[in-house]
């Protein structure tokens, strides 16, 4: 079992290079290797867009990056793997709809259990909010895949997390979730009992435990024939979300697992996926 899991691990990584390779590198400066807090993973690189110089809809060029949407993309991995080198066709594929990006690293299991790793994503989330180089007027989405969604929907969720922000609630315009696990507890993984521990924790890690009707829109995307992380995550999250008086709203896909909402992003799919096309919608509507 763990070789498969090296195998597959390592087909995983190589896709995850040819996905980046093939993935364009103009339109968009990178910031890379910020620091945001004090651990060596705590690095985010930053994807701005290129300033565009024709007027659009009346406005000025310095008004349109105002207004330009920023993401904060949170990426997926068990809470055990993952770099964000790996996740640059994402921010290709969110520059290319208008947005700039942040992605950030985190620590992560073994090395340090579940609430170090949510208190990077916080230091992350922070750097973003408080950062004088942007605009507070700007649109703000977390985004995040599987791991990465859980992290990104309890930032929006538990308000404990981001309260030292003033006007936080403001800040953030909506989450967009992909393939999440929110609704977990009792554990079926065995290291998860670990990972989350100590046992006054665990239902700190469950989205689902937080929900209230102040929260930013939540927008939560599945495939069908996801085994890894079910669909009823999502659609239980969005359910007692909205029995509280929130806002949330589902998709779900034919034909799509786990990995293939993140993989949609790439070059390869992304003009046919159906599932951009949502996300592209979504964020322009908010």
Same mark, same amino acid.
């Given at each position: 079992?763990?070789?498969?899991?090296i195998?597959?691990?390592?087909?995983?990584?190589?896709?995850?290079?040819?996905?980046?390779?093939?993935?364009?590198?103009?339109?968009?400066?990178?910031?890379?290797?910020?620091?945001y807090?004090?651990?060596?993973?705590?690095?985010?690189? !930053?994807?701005?867009r290129?300033?565009?110089?024709?007027?659009v809809?009346g !406005?000025?060029?310095d008004?349109?990056?105002?207004?330009?949407?920023? &993401? =904060?993309?949170? !990426?997926g991995g068990?809470?055990?793997?993952?770099?964000?080198?790996?996740?640059?066709?994402?921010?290709?594929?969110l520059?290319?709809?208008?947005?700039d990006?942040?992605?950030?690293? !985190?620590?992560?299991?073994?090395?340090v259990?579940?609430?170090?790793?949510?208190d990077?994503?916080?230091?992350?989330a922070?750097?973003? =909010?408080?950062?004088?180089?942007i605009?507070?007027?700007?649109?703000?989405?977390?985004?995040?895949?599987?791991?990465?969604?859980?992290l990104?929907?309890l %930032?929006? %969720?538990?308000?404990?997390l =981001?309260?030292?922000?003033?006007?936080?609630?403001?800040r953030?315009?909506?989450?967009?979730? %992909?393939?999440?696990?929110?609704?977990?507890?009792?554990?079926t993984?065995e290291?998860?009992?670990d990972?989350?521990?100590?046992?006054h924790?665990?239902?700190n890690?469950?989205?689902?435990?937080?929900?209230?009707p102040?929260?930013?829109?939540?927008?939560?995307?599945?495939?069908?024939?996801?085994?890894?992380?079910?669909?009823?995550?999502?659609k239980?999250?969005?359910?007692?979300q909205?029995?509280?008086?929130?806002?949330?709203?589902?998709?779900?896909?034919a034909?799509?697992?786990?990995?293939? %909402?993140?993989?949609?992003?790439? &070059?390869?799919?992304?003009?046919?996926?159906?599932?951009?096309?949502?996300?592209?919608?979504?964020?322009?509507?908010?």
């Amino acid at each position: 079992m763990k070789f498969k899991k090296i195998v597959e691990a390592s087909a995983q990584l190589a896709g995850l290079q040819i996905i980046n390779a093939l993935a364009r590198s103009g339109g968009y400066r990178v910031r890379r290797g910020i620091k945001y807090g004090p651990h060596a993973r705590n690095r985010l690189d !930053y994807y701005v867009r290129d300033r565009v110089r024709e007027n659009v809809q009346g !406005y000025s060029e310095d008004e349109r990056t105002k207004l330009r949407p920023l &993401v =904060l993309f949170i !990426y997926g991995g068990n809470w055990q793997s993952g770099n964000r080198q790996d996740y640059r066709f994402v921010a290709d594929t969110l520059c290319g709809m208008g947005c700039d990006v942040v992605l950030p690293d !985190y620590r992560l299991y073994p090395e340090v259990r579940f609430s170090s790793m949510l208190d990077d994503v916080r230091l992350a989330a922070t750097w973003l =909010l408080q950062n004088e180089e942007i605009e507070a007027e700007r649109p703000i989405f977390i985004m995040g895949h599987s791991a990465g969604a859980q992290l990104g929907s309890l %930032l929006c %969720l538990n308000k404990e997390l =981001l309260s030292h922000i003033d006007e936080v609630e403001n800040r953030i315009t909506a989450f967009i979730g %992909l393939s999440g696990p929110y609704d977990f507890y009792p554990y079926t993984e065995e290291s998860h009992w670990d990972l989350f521990a100590p046992e006054h924790e665990y239902p700190n890690s469950q989205a689902v435990n937080f929900v209230r009707p102040g929260a930013p829109p939540l927008y939560l995307l599945h495939g069908r024939d996801d085994n890894r992380v079910r669909r009823g995550h999502s659609k239980s999250l969005m359910e007692k979300q909205i029995a509280v008086g929130g806002r949330a709203s589902r998709e779900v896909y034919a034909g799509i697992g786990h990995a293939d %909402l993140v993989v949609s992003f790439s &070059v390869f799919h992304r003009r046919r996926s159906k599932a951009v096309k949502d996300i592209r919608h979504f964020i322009e509507s908010q």
